[in-house]
């Protein structure tokens, strides 16, 4: 059962513009409950996404990524540093899901082939009816997209994105670098922390020191969200430049970014 809430503007009699939440029975949900735990601590405990989502796994937080970003927005202005930040927003992550590529993505981390179909058995074949003001609509076969209600989505969704990120951290062009106070004891300095992006879930921040080290990262982004049938909304993207020892608020149109 799928109910769909509203979002704070007019929804025009469009599901695209409301939230849809998916019920689930709650014996299944503490079935999925219990992999959950056991698949995200194992994962936890070895590290085996190597992106960087600071979500999706036992004790992760949205506190870090912001604290990383407020330390290099105040070093940049501290040192007259170049900034480029851009957040992109993605048009219904969890409903886009493509269940083949998920596959794909979960043998990648070398999950158990038991485990692997059963994760996929639960977005496979079985139907959904939508909660409205005038009873249910009739009975329609998902084909695509995994529950936003369903306990492992967002552990899954991390998942499929992690070979994006992991691409991001490894082809690095332009990161922005945070480097060791000097007034700290140089005899055992900290390395020189480079950073390109910041994600939580679905909801990514990148970041560069020139505009070409941003079109390239969106240039990488926009081919993978192209080859997993997701999208970004380019009307959402929003960033921030610093240029000339100061910050520019600005909407960033992709139109107005360099294809490559």
Not at 75 to 89: E, F, R, Y
Not at 229 to 240: C, E, F, L, P, V
Request: proline content about 6%.
């Amino acid at each position: 059962m799928v109910f769909p809430i509203p979002k704070p503007h007019e929804w025009k009699c469009q599901l695209k513009n409301t939230r849809p939440i998916t019920l689930l029975e709650v014996i299944r949900k503490s079935l999925v409950k219990l992999f959950y735990n056991c698949l995200s601590t194992i994962m936890a405990s070895h590290d085996v996404l190597k992106g960087g989502n600071f979500a999706g796994l036992p004790g992760s937080s949205c506190r870090n990524p912001i604290i990383t970003l407020e330390s290099i927005i105040y070093d940049a202005d501290v040192n007259k540093n170049p900034l480029w930040i851009l957040s992109q927003d993605i048009s219904k992550a969890f409903d886009s899901v493509d269940l083949t590529m998920l596959r794909f993505a979960l043998e990648r981390i070398c999950l158990p082939a038991s485990a692997v179909k059963f994760i996929l058995s639960l977005f496979t074949k079985y139907t959904n009816r939508v909660f409205t003001a005038h009873g249910f609509t009739p009975a329609y076969r998902v084909r695509i997209g995994i529950d936003q209600g369903e306990v492992i989505s967002p552990l899954l969704w991390v998942i499929y994105i992690d070979p994006l990120l992991t691409v991001l951290k490894k082809e690095m062009m332009d990161p922005y670098v945070l480097s060791t106070p000097s007034l700290i004891d140089s005899s055992n300095p900290f390395p020189d922390l480079k950073i390109n992006n910041l994600v939580f879930m679905d909801d990514s921040t990148l970041i560069s020191l020139s505009k070409a080290g941003m079109e390239f990262m969106l240039s990488i982004t926009e081919e993978f969200y192209q080859i997993n049938n997701t999208s970004a909304n380019h009307n959402k993207y929003r960033g921030r430049s610093k240029l000339s020892g100061h910050f520019k608020n600005k909407k960033f149109l992709y139109k107005n970014m360099k294809k490559k």
